[in-house]
Structure formats: C-alpha cells, structure tokens
C-alpha cells in the first residue's frame, strides 16, 4: 500500500463495516491513500522543474 490510513479513517471504515457496507469500507480507506499520493507526486515534481529552471538561469549567465 501507499501509505497507511489514518486513525479517523479506520474509525469510519469499521463503522461502514458493522453496517454491512463493505465495498464503500475499503473505498474510503483506498480514495485518500491515493489522494495523499497524487498531492505528492505533484510537489516532487514542481520541485524539479523549479530546479531545472534554477540550473538553466546558471548556465545561460
């Protein structure tokens, strides 16, 4: 997995369990994780087209 769910999130998946909505648990559990992960690729790369812009400014000066 891409990362753990957080305590709230285990919390809602165990109550939509006891009620017998299994599929929606492991929705809820699965949406976030990807949700965090996209939020990160998305920096990681911003940092590296920031840094390639730094490196050009350098080479050009």
């Known amino acids: 997995m ?3 769910p957080t305590t709230k999130q285990r ?3 165990r109550l939509l ?4 909505m299994h599929h929606e648990a492991e929705q809820a559990l699965r949406t976030d994780l990807r ?3 996209r939020r990160g690729r998305r920096r990681l790369r911003l940092r590296s087209v920031r840094w390639s812009r730094r490196l050009r400014r ?3 000066a």
């Open 35 to 37: 949700a965090r992960f």
């Open 58 to 60: 350098r080479v050009r």
């Open 11 to 13: 919390e809602i998946a």
């Open 17 to 20: 369990r006891a009620v017998g």
């Open 2 to 4: 891409l990362g753990s």
